[in-house]
């Protein structure tokens, strides 16, 4: 971890230092595209760590334009050719300054670059190296590409998320990727970076996505534990068979979020409806008294309008919520007080809302301090921090190293 003299402002740095960013002072090479890891990346810069996104010459990280300006906030941007020996010394020279370098390559790619985990900790020791994969760098399906869908089906997650028909649902949140992927490997590399400022060894962390969503598949496990297998979709406890834990429909064609799966809560809910009777069945005997007590309620709540169930349950504590679009939550008071969207000026000068970081700690205010990175914006800014003047830089570029 670098130390900056107190004295000499280091403008490269992220300017959330300034504000007690946590992070401060960590570098970050982020070779990783898409969503998994530029989101593992973008925690990391948000959070105060300099993190360089690093690109190839080519297609480099072609997420959509609205995912790679709202996962790239906060970082520089280079673009460099691995393939060829000029871009490969380039990066271990960075590597030698740097305290962590994420990738998000298939298995063994780094490797035949020459930039694998033995090449760079030979540069240096410390540096705490993080791969991100769907299976991991060893097992038998290692080298099986996969998407999120893909991920959460082998794991038995996916069977858990449907509806009472059998079908099953797919979310436009992709859990496997960020659950799985991103959390597992902002939890890795900072166990690891912790552990380097103590011991001056860097480890390579190796998280399999699908590794990650599976260890966190709780509910479902204890169901094997207790019955041999779990429950299939909607028919647990938390996925449907509990009329006290449902969603239900309002005559306006939206949902109502009822969570009153303890009882004094239900009790709450049912006198809020004027229906003390339905009390008592808060845990119905039979899977039949269930389906007609939610056929009940669902025929109480499908009578008005969600905004009169709004303003009936807003300060009755009963755990009933509606059911809102991502654009109305971010208007709720609530998360207005929270800080939870900002806007942000883009590279190309537009100017869009994003989601805000959602870690708050004392001392430390966040802030978007510079938009996604154009590709390749900050390479020759980069490279002379390194050390390598202006005509090194010039050669390589034409040789067609950096872009």
């Known amino acids: 971890m670098r130390h900056p003299d107190p004295d000499t402002p280091d403008l490269t740095a992220s300017a959330t230092s300034a504000s007690g960013a946590p992070?401060?002072?960590?570098?970050?090479?982020?070779?990783?595209?898409l969503l998994p890891g530029p989101m593992c990346t973008l925690?990391?810069?948000?959070?105060?760590?300099?993190?360089?996104?690093?690109?190839?010459?080519?297609?480099?990280?072609?997420?959509?334009?609205?995912?790679?300006?709202?996962?790239?906030?906060?970082?520089?941007?280079?673009?460099?050719?691995?393939k060829h020996p000029e871009g490969v010394a380039a990066l271990l020279a960075l590597c030698e300054s740097a305290d962590v370098l994420v990738e998000g390559f298939r298995p063994g790619v780094m490797e035949r670059l020459g930039v694998g985990w033995n090449?760079?900790?030979?540069?240096?020791?410390?540096?705490?190296?993080?791969?991100?994969?769907?299976?991991?760098?060893?097992?038998?399906?290692?080298d099986e590409p996969g998407h999120d869908m893909n991920y959460?089906?082998?794991?038995?997650?996916?069977?858990?998320?449907?509806?009472?028909?059998?079908?099953?649902?797919?979310s436009n949140v992709p859990v496997a990727d960020l659950l799985g992927g991103t959390m597992t490997a902002v939890m890795g590399?900072?166990?690891?970076?912790?552990?380097?400022?103590?011991?001056?060894?860097?480890?390579?962390?190796?998280?399999?996505?699908?590794?990650?969503?599976?260890?966190?598949?709780?509910?479902?496990?204890?169901?094997?534990?207790?019955?041999?297998?779990?429950?299939?979709a909607s028919t647990d406890r938390l996925t449907g068979l509990l009329p006290c834990y449902a969603f239900y429909e309002t005559a306006d064609g939206r949902f109502l979020a009822v969570g009153a799966l303890e009882r004094k809560f239900w009790d709450?809910?049912?006198?809020?409806?004027?229906?003390?009777?339905?009390?008592?069945?808060?845990?119905?005997?039979?899977?039949?008294?269930?389906?007609?007590?939610?056929?009940?309620?669902?025929?109480?709540?499908?009578?008005?309008?969600?905004?009169?169930?709004?303003?009936?349950?807003?300060?009755?504590?009963?755990?009933?919520?509606p059911v809102l679009r991502l654009d109305e939550a971010l208007e709720h008071p609530h998360f207005?007080?929270?800080?939870?969207?900002?806007?942000?000026?883009?590279?190309?000068?537009?100017?869009?809302?994003?989601?805000?970081?959602?870690?708050?700690?004392?001392?430390?205010?966040?802030?978007?301090?510079?938009?996604?990175?154009r590709p390749g914006e900050h390479t020759d800014e980069v490279l002379q921090e390194a050390g390598w003047n202006k005509q090194r830089v010039a050669d390589l570029r034409a040789l067609g190293v950096l872009g």
């Open 23 to 33: 992070l401060a002072g960590v570098r970050v090479l982020d070779l990783t595209r």
């Open 43 to 82: 925690h990391l810069a948000d959070l105060g760590a300099d993190v360089i996104k690093i690109e190839d010459t080519g297609a480099g990280d072609y997420a959509s334009a609205p995912v790679r300006d709202m996962v790239n906030r906060n970082k520089r941007g280079m673009r460099l050719d691995l």
């Open 119 to 142: 090449a760079v900790h030979a540069r240096n020791p410390r540096l705490v190296f993080a791969s991100i994969s769907g299976y991991g760098q060893n097992g038998p399906l290692r």
């Open 152 to 170: 959460s089906a082998l794991v038995g997650v996916a069977d858990q998320m449907g509806s009472p028909s059998g079908e099953l649902a797919l």
């Open 189 to 232: 590399i900072l166990a690891a970076l912790f552990d380097a400022t103590r011991t001056g060894r860097g480890r390579h962390v190796d998280v399999a996505i699908a590794d990650g969503l599976l260890a966190h598949a709780v509910l479902p496990m204890a169901a094997v534990h207790r019955e041999g297998r779990p429950r299939a």
């Open 268 to 321: 709450a809910f049912c006198q809020c409806l004027g229906r003390e009777d339905l009390q008592d069945q808060h845990v119905p005997a039979s899977p039949k008294d269930s389906l007609r007590l939610r056929a009940e309620v669902a025929a109480i709540l499908r009578a008005r309008p969600l905004t009169h169930w709004q303003a009936l349950f807003e300060h009755a504590q009963c755990c009933v919520t």
């Open 336 to 373: 207005v007080a929270r800080g939870m969207s900002v806007e942000v000026h883009t590279a190309d000068g537009e100017v869009m809302r994003q989601l805000a970081c959602p870690v708050r700690m004392s001392n430390f205010e966040f802030r978007v301090v510079r938009p996604a990175p």
